[in-house]
């Protein structure tokens, strides 16, 4: 059974650092990996999606990796905002019949403060 | 971009009672939905898989006689709670994979969650 887990839980960082959120996975023959981000009481937004293939993604000021023999991923933001507070989801997408599942970790809550 | 809306946005009902909540893919058409429950400050939890025009496949542990889901179109899923107990209360997620041709291959989207209090 496939098992995510997010360190840290919580993160509170100054504006303007540069920071990353970990991600590690028990299985490596995952199908695809997804960074979302949470607000409170919100919905999810996805952030980015890196396929089983690709070893890392890019929007803005955000970059995720993916180390899948090792079982790991990161979130990497640049230049972090106030608007970046937020919990950010990491989910596993493994492999069906009719496409990809996702396991979610437990995620990390980041605070920016001005 | 491809978009997922829920129905309500919040609902309070009284134990006993059973509650429907409804998920649209407004843009592009889905196949298969999954339905999460997330209790406060916990990750997301699958519930089941909704598939168009076939019986949903439950997650071990979750009654399927007391989470109904029903997928009639390639638009809409819905998820009734039938005889709601406060242990029900929690926030409702549903999700939508979008296989249409031109987009991210797999890429599930969110809805913006339904948030369910049962007093």
């Known amino acids: 059974k496939q098992e995510v887990t997010q360190i840290p839980a919580a993160l509170s960082v100054p504006e303007g650092e540069n920071l990353v959120l970990n991600c590690s996975f028990t299985?490596?023959?995952?199908?695809?990996l997804q960074w979302f981000r949470q607000d409170p009481g919100k919905g999810l937004t996805s952030l980015l999606l890196i396929q089983s293939s690709q070893r890392e993604q890019t929007s803005g000021r955000l970059n995720a990796s993916l180390d899948k023999s090792s079982g790991r991923s990161t979130l990497y933001i640049a230049a972090s905002q106030p608007g970046d507070s937020a919990t950010y989801l990491c989910?596993?997408?493994?492999?069906?019949?009719?496409?990809?599942?996702?396991?979610f970790g437990e995620g990390t809550q980041l605070t920016v403060n001005p | 971009g491809a978009v997922v809306s829920q129905h309500p946005s919040r609902v309070i009902c009284k134990s006993g009672t059973s509650v429907k909540i409804e998920c649209r893919s407004l843009d592009f058409q889905a196949t298969t939905m999954f339905w999460y429950r997330q209790f406060p400050k916990q990750s997301l939890m699958l519930m089941a898989t909704?598939?168009?025009?076939?019986?949903?496949?439950?997650e071990q542990g979750v009654e399927k006689d007391k989470f109904l889901i029903n997928h009639a179109s390639l638009t809409l899923s819905t998820l009734t709670v039938t005889s709601a107990h406060p242990e029900d209360s929690s926030f409702y997620i549903c999700s939508a994979r979008d296989m249409g041709q031109g987009t991210l291959w797999d890429e599930q989207y969110f809805g913006p969650g339904t948030r369910l209090t049962v007093t």
């Open positions: 909704s598939n168009e025009g076939s019986k949903a496949t439950y």
């Open positions: 989910a596993v997408g493994a492999q069906e019949t009719s496409g990809s599942r996702l396991t």
């Open positions: 299985d490596s023959a995952i199908y695809n």
